[in-house]
Structures are given as C-alpha cells and as structure tokens.
C-alpha cells in the first residue's frame, strides 16, 4: 500500500497564503503535553489548545479541538455525539488520518484528511478568544490564527464539524455552520 502524502509546515503555511489566514509562527523546543509548555505560553497571546484524536469502537475517527483548560470528560462525549465510547485513536490511525505523530496532533493535521474521514468537535471556548493557537503539524512550534478564521480553514478541509460546550458533564453539541462564516 502506498504511503498517502502529508504536508509540510510550508505547504500548510502556503495554504493560509492562499487562503487569506494570516498566520504568526514561533519556533521553539518540542512539546508533547499542555502540562509541558507553560513558559512557552506565557510568551504567545491567545488562548491555547489541546488536541484530541479518537476513535469508537465502531470505527469512526473524532478530532477535538479544546482550550488547554477545558475539561472533557471522555466517558460522557460518546452521548453528545451519539457514537459508541471513544478511546484514544493508535499511532497507526492517527499518522494515517492526520499525518502527525503523538504530542503534535492539531487542527491543522486536516490539511492531511483527504477526503474527510472523521468528524472534528471544536471547543465552544475557543470562539471567546481573538487568537487560537495550535502546533504547526509538528510540536516544536506554535502557529497563531485569528479565531475567525478556523471557518476557512474547515470549509477548505470540507468535513464534517461541530462545537462543543463542555461546561456540564455530558456536552451541548451543535453543527458547525460553515455557511455562516
């Protein structure tokens, strides 16, 4: 079988370009946990994720895409989104989804889900900051975008999106409506 094509940080950086997402990128040392980076935080405005790939035991893939000091109780989102229990998606299935490796899965991987294979759940939390930031494919940086722009970033990535209120034990989910943005 042959190996699917990921992008590289500049082929997602020139998709932004193409996109109009203007985009500031900072270099640092690699980072595999939220718990890790808090210095580097301190140094970058915006609000901060933490990235989640997951699969149910029927085989289908979710991302979430949260604020770093969300909670999400795990055992509970499978009712939100009517699929069976979630656990953490394999190394094998997260290179083949999203084309990164553990410690640097971002919203940005799906530039590599093509076609759309799974379904991504973003953090309500996040739309209360002006700037987001997530990893640049690889965790040993940080790329800022405006909030507002995530809506053309997904509507390239073309699948299908919710948002996610994770304030009560079982969160309020709702479709992401590209056609608003």
């Not at 799974?118 to 930031?133: C, G």
Request: hydrophobic share 40%; net charge negative; proline share 4%.
């Amino acid at each position: 079988m042959n190996e699917p094509h990921k992008s590289t940080r500049a082929q997602l950086f020139e998709l932004f370009d193409d996109l109009g997402i203007e985009y500031k990128n900072y270099d640092h040392r690699p980072v595999f946990t939220v718990d890790e980076g808090h210095d580097i935080k301190k140094a970058i405005s915006g609000g901060h994720s933490k990235n989640l790939f997951l699969k149910d035991k029927d085989g289908e893939f979710f991302l979430i895409c949260a604020l770093g000091e969300t909670q999400i109780k795990l055992n509970q989102v499978h009712k939100a989104i009517n699929s069976a229990r979630l656990s953490f998606g394999s190394e094998e299935y997260l290179w083949e989804k999203l084309g990164v490796r553990p410690g640097s899965v971002t919203l940005f991987s799906l530039i590599n889900n093509n076609p759309p294979s799974l379904t991504l759940i973003l953090d309500k939390a996040i739309f209360e900051h002006e700037i987001i930031n997530f990893h640049p494919l690889l965790n040993n940086a940080t790329t800022s975008i405006k909030t507002d722009d995530i809506a053309k970033f997904m509507k390239h990535w073309g699948g299908n999106a919710m948002v996610a209120d994770f304030s009560s034990d079982i969160p309020n989910v709702k479709p992401f409506g590209l056609e608003n943005n």
